[in-house]
């Protein structure tokens, strides 16, 4: 029992606001979303047909093959999925434009493609591409494309300086009881603070006494009203580093 799941990256996509499109415009998003992420993964030099690709209804899950670099997937292929979607924007009418939530996890992987996958892995990336942070920053800000990452992804490989991304660059959230951090590729302000320090928000209590100088918790609305914050930014006493346990 068990034999088949193993450990794999795991990519969960979803075109924001598709259930308010008309068919044929959510036809073009359809298009327009696996078209940015082909071209995305060739410009990063992934090997995209490698990957067990599944459509589903706005978006696509897909579980990489353990020999696409984890690195790459979440700096230079995010970077270039951005740029994609932009060039794709530039051409659509304003009801089919491309604004993507995309996660990235890393967990249990089991299943196939053409069966359904199975398994924490798939399920916590369609969770986190579904948060209501996530959709909150698209909802109050005008960005195209915002990534979710889950806590093995940034502390293994953010905090784990193996990307250009600085954990300064990221906002913890509390995804339906998941920890995880959002960021905004190509440095749009966060919504509801132009001057980029992070959202207005009331932050998640934590489970012990605050660290001495730690800021106080703040209240208010901003983009984040109703998510769940955890801190305005990614606190290096939170990130414990652990590597080589990946398997």
């Not at 659509?92 to 967990?107: E, W």
């Not at 106080?216 to 984040?224: I, K, N, T």
Request: glycine share 14%.
């Amino acid at each position: 029992m068990g034999h088949d799941f193993e450990r794999r990256l795991v990519l969960a996509v979803r075109a924001h606001g598709y259930d308010t499109r008309t068919a044929r415009m959510q036809g073009l998003i359809r298009e327009g979303l696996s078209g940015a992420l082909d071209v995305a993964a060739r410009r990063a030099r992934l090997d995209r047909p490698s990957w067990g690709r599944v459509g589903e209804v706005g978006g696509e899950l897909a579980v990489l093959p353990p020999g696409e670099p984890e690195p790459v997937v979440c700096d230079a292929f995010v970077h270039q999925v951005l740029a994609a979607v932009r060039e794709h924007n530039r051409l659509t009418a304003p009801d089919g434009r491309l604004r993507l939530r995309l996660a990235i996890n890393f967990g249990m992987t089991a299943g196939e493609a053409a069966g359904g996958y199975t398994g924490p892995g798939p399920v916590v990336a369609r969770e986190l591409a579904g948060c209501a942070a996530a959709r909150a920053v698209l909802e109050r800000g005008t960005a195209e494309l915002v990534v979710v990452m889950s806590a093995d992804v940034v502390e293994d490989t953010i905090a784990g300086q193996l990307t250009s991304l600085e954990t300064k660059d990221l906002r913890e959230v509390d995804a339906g009881g998941r920890r995880a951090w959002l960021w905004l590729p190509g440095g749009p302000p966060w919504p509801g603070d132009p001057a980029g320090a992070g959202p207005a928000c009331d932050a998640a209590p934590a489970p012990d006494a605050p660290a001495s100088g730690a800021p106080a918790a703040g209240s208010g609305g901003g983009a984040f009203a109703g998510a769940h914050i955890i801190a305005d930014s990614v606190a290096g006493r939170d990130i414990h580093h652990h590597y080589g346990d990946r398997t």
